[in-house]
């Protein structure tokens, strides 16, 4: 299996995977610099370079990580030999989202698990597929002092994670001290040790990396309880702790925090749990066998112009890709002019309202909620 890889820079995940991936099977990566294969600066390739590279390596699978609205145009320039796989991260994305990918990819694994069946119905080659632990960079160690009662670190975007800023909001207004960081991944698990418990709020009640990535480093994990039957994979009290409300949560941190041996058995019992069933290496088995034993279902594409121009698949990460597509739609003549600038006038307006909604609350965060970490 000679497998080519959409490679990003960071934030993503491409990083963390490519590591794992590169263990377990032959990986070339193609990206917009420094690749093995090199996609021009507004993503188009050229159609013979690929196919003689694909020839060249034997190329079997091409895979693709993204959590966010982009669609790569260049898709459709492989040839039908090599099966297109997506992995979707994001786990609180609306369906409607989704669409765009269900036309272009031949192989989707899904994070997301209350979606499949009913994602199956437009794109029968959907299969579930779950984050991993990276141990490489989540670890113990030896000598951390536990220095802080209780760390979040994560993303406050308004139209997503509200829930977020309320709770952080009423931890602090009732005396729980909680040092919200925006730390960098390299300086997560120096974080995460430092801290007595790693607090997690999921987006919209899906899996996150996070879960793993306290897990992994050894601290308590303390989280809502997301949906797709996480529950019973990790057990509450077991190898992490729930809580269903703020004044539960409140309740818990207390508990926690006093009750030192409790709280260190499981986050032993977590993190002997996670590195041994679910840390990347694992995980990257399981993918692989998924490729391995996957046939595939044939299903009728629609144009992915159908999906991309209905406003809940726009992103403000991608504004100019998301525009061409749409003035695209419209010289091809596949909407009309009237709808053109109807879909154009609710993009502007959204972005605009995001942009300013985005920069409130961050102001908000970093002036009243953001405690300064030592690296």
């Given at each position: 299996m000679?497998?080519?890889?959409?490679?990003?820079?960071k934030?993503?995940?491409?990083?963390?995977?490519?590591?794992?991936?590169?263990?377990?099977?032959?990986?070339?990566?193609?990206?917009?610099?420094?690749?093995?294969?090199?996609?021009?600066?507004?993503?188009?390739?050229?159609?013979?370079?690929?196919?003689?590279?694909?020839?060249?390596?034997?190329?079997?699978?091409?895979?693709?990580?993204?959590?966010s609205?982009?669609?790569?145009?260049?898709?459709?320039?492989?040839?039908?030999?090599?099966?297109?796989?997506?992995?979707l991260?994001?786990?609180?994305?609306n369906?409607?989202?989704?669409?765009?990918?269900?036309?272009?990819?031949?192989?989707?694994?899904?994070?997301?698990?209350?979606?499949v069946?009913?994602?199956r119905?437009?794109?029968?080659?959907i299969?579930?597929?779950?984050?991993?632990?990276?141990?490489?960079?989540?670890?113990?160690?030896?000598?951390?002092?536990?220095?802080?009662?209780?760390?979040?670190?994560?993303?406050?975007?308004?139209?997503?994670?509200?829930?977020?800023?309320?709770?952080?909001?009423?931890?602090?207004?009732?005396?729980?001290?909680?040092?919200?960081?925006?730390?960098?991944?390299?300086?997560?698990?120096?974080?995460?040790?430092?801290?007595k418990?790693?607090?997690?709020?999921?987006?919209?009640?899906?899996?996150?990396?996070?879960?793993?990535?306290?897990?992994?480093?050894?601290?308590?994990?303390?989280?809502d309880?997301?949906?797709?039957?996480?529950?019973?994979?990790?057990?509450?009290?077991?190898?992490?702790?729930?809580?269903?409300?703020?004044?539960?949560?409140?309740?818990?941190?207390?508990?926690?925090?006093?009750?030192?041996?409790?709280?260190?058995?499981?986050?032993?019992?977590?993190?002997?749990?996670?590195?041994?069933?679910?840390?990347?290496?694992?995980?990257?088995?399981?993918?692989?066998?998924?490729?391995k034993?996957?046939?595939?279902?044939?299903?009728?594409?629609?144009?992915?112009?159908?999906?991309?121009?209905?406003?809940?698949?726009?992103?403000?990460?991608?504004?100019?890709?998301?525009?061409?597509c749409?003035?695209?739609?419209?010289?091809?003549?596949?909407?009309?002019?009237?709808?053109?600038?109807?879909?154009?006038?609710?993009?502007?307006t959204?972005?605009?309202a995001?942009?300013?909604?985005?920069?409130?609350?961050?102001?908000?965060?970093?002036?009243?909620?953001?405690?300064?970490?030592?690296?």
């Open positions: 000679n497998i080519l890889m959409f490679y990003k820079d934030p993503s995940l491409d990083p963390i995977i490519y590591p794992y991936l590169k263990k377990h099977a032959k990986v070339f990566i193609l990206s917009k610099r420094d690749g093995d294969l090199t996609i021009n600066p507004d993503d188009t390739i050229d159609t013979k370079m690929l196919h003689d590279f694909i020839k060249k390596k034997k190329i079997t699978h091409f895979f693709y990580v993204e959590n609205a982009y669609v790569p145009i260049f898709l459709n320039e492989f040839p039908i030999e090599v099966t297109k796989v997506m992995l991260i994001d786990t609180h994305i369906k409607n989202r989704r669409l765009p990918y269900l036309a272009l990819f031949d192989l989707i694994l899904l994070v997301n698990k209350q979606q069946s009913e994602l119905t437009i794109n029968p080659n299969e579930w597929f779950t984050y991993g632990g990276d141990t490489k960079a989540f670890y113990k160690l030896p000598k951390a002092e536990k220095k802080y009662n209780v760390v979040f670190n994560g993303n406050i975007i308004p139209w997503i994670h509200y829930h977020r800023f309320f709770m952080l909001w009423y931890l602090r207004t009732h005396g729980v001290d909680v040092l919200y960081s925006t730390a960098t991944y390299q300086h997560h698990n120096k974080l995460f040790n430092e801290s418990i790693v607090l997690n709020r999921t987006p919209l009640g899906g899996w996150n990396l996070r879960i793993f990535e306290a897990m992994s480093s050894g601290s308590l994990l303390m989280t309880i997301p949906s797709n039957n996480m529950e019973k994979i990790f057990i509450d009290k077991k190898h992490l702790v729930y809580y269903n409300s703020f004044a539960d949560l409140k309740n818990k941190i207390d508990y926690y925090l006093v009750h030192d041996k409790e709280r260190e058995k499981i986050a032993k019992q977590g993190y002997n749990f996670v590195r041994r069933n679910y840390s990347w290496d694992a995980q990257i088995n399981k993918l692989l066998d998924i490729l034993r996957h046939k595939y279902k044939n299903f009728t594409r629609n144009p992915y112009y159908l999906s991309l121009s209905n406003l809940e698949c726009f992103s403000f990460r991608n504004k100019a890709l998301a525009l061409k749409l003035r695209s739609s419209l010289v091809e003549k596949e909407i009309n002019k009237l709808r053109y600038y109807y879909y154009l006038s609710q993009y502007l959204y972005l605009t995001t942009d300013w909604i985005i920069a409130v609350l961050n102001f908000i965060r970093v002036h009243f909620l953001t405690k300064p970490f030592e690296k």
